[in-house]
């Protein structure tokens, strides 16, 4: 009877047959907390991705999902990350691939037909630009829409605020207006210790003081 291949023995032969197959191609491949992690050329990523669909020791058939990370600091800010799953062999990769601000990254719609919404959801949050991608447009947020929301430079605030306006009939944009008065600074946290009644407390009658002890 086969016994089953342990889940940490399966990673590691994941990675030895990628960093051998794809000696070019991936930058490096380590395991990171019983995750497998790799970092991929971006001219790679293509090659890379098929690669891991296709091999019969990987079979990492399903793209799970696809987000960005900003690290403004970096020369190449971004990080686009590629979550794969093995249905057949139960194990995950990660894959990672570097970008800025005007670098395009290659799309992956011609090897997981499922990128398609999660690059847009990426262009949309961090303005990470996906080159081949049939339909690159926003997804979340307006067409209208000024900026990047998850980077890290763009304001809590926003740029635009939208309503509608009963004269025109329509929703429009205005600049960003923050009423000062009701804004709060007082600047405590509510793990200090501070006393503050919540909306409506101070309405609550007195609790009665406790009635003497016989004997007392």
């Known amino acids: 009877m086969n016994q089953p291949v342990p889940s940490s023995d399966r990673l590691q032969e994941t990675r030895t047959q990628i960093l051998q197959a794809l000696a070019g191609d991936v930058l490096t491949a380590e395991i990171v907390r019983g995750e497998l992690i790799a970092t991929v050329k971006r001219a790679s990523l293509v090659k890379v991705a098929t690669y891991l669909r296709d091999d019969g020791l ?25 979550h794969l799953l093995s249905m057949n062999r139960n194990t995950r990769i990660r894959l990672k691939v570097a970008a800025g601000e005007d670098t395009p990254v290659p799309s992956l719609t011609p090897v997981f037909v499922c990128a398609d919404w999660l690059e847009r959801e990426v262009w949309d949050m961090y303005g990470v630009y996906f080159s081949g991608h049939a339909d690159l447009r926003r997804i979340l947020t307006d067409y209208g829409f000024d900026g ?5 430079d763009f304001p809590l605030t ?22 000062q008065d009701f804004r709060s600074f007082d600047f405590l946290s509510p793990w200090e210790g501070i006393q503050k009644l919540l909306p409506g ?3 609550a009658p007195p609790a009665p003081a406790a009635a003497p002890k016989q004997g007392a």
Do not use: T, W
Request: with cysteine; hydrophobic share 30%; proline share 4%.
């Open 58 to 82: 990987c079979q990492f058939s399903q793209l799970i999902d696809i987000c960005g990370v900003d690290y403004l600091e970096r020369e190449e800010r971004f990080e686009v990350v590629y």
């Open 201 to 203: 407390d101070e309405k």
């Open 148 to 152: 990047h929301p998850q980077r890290k």
């Open 158 to 179: 926003g740029y635009v605020e939208m309503r509608y306006d009963e004269d025109q009939k329509r929703v429009i944009y205005e600049p960003v207006k923050l009423v």
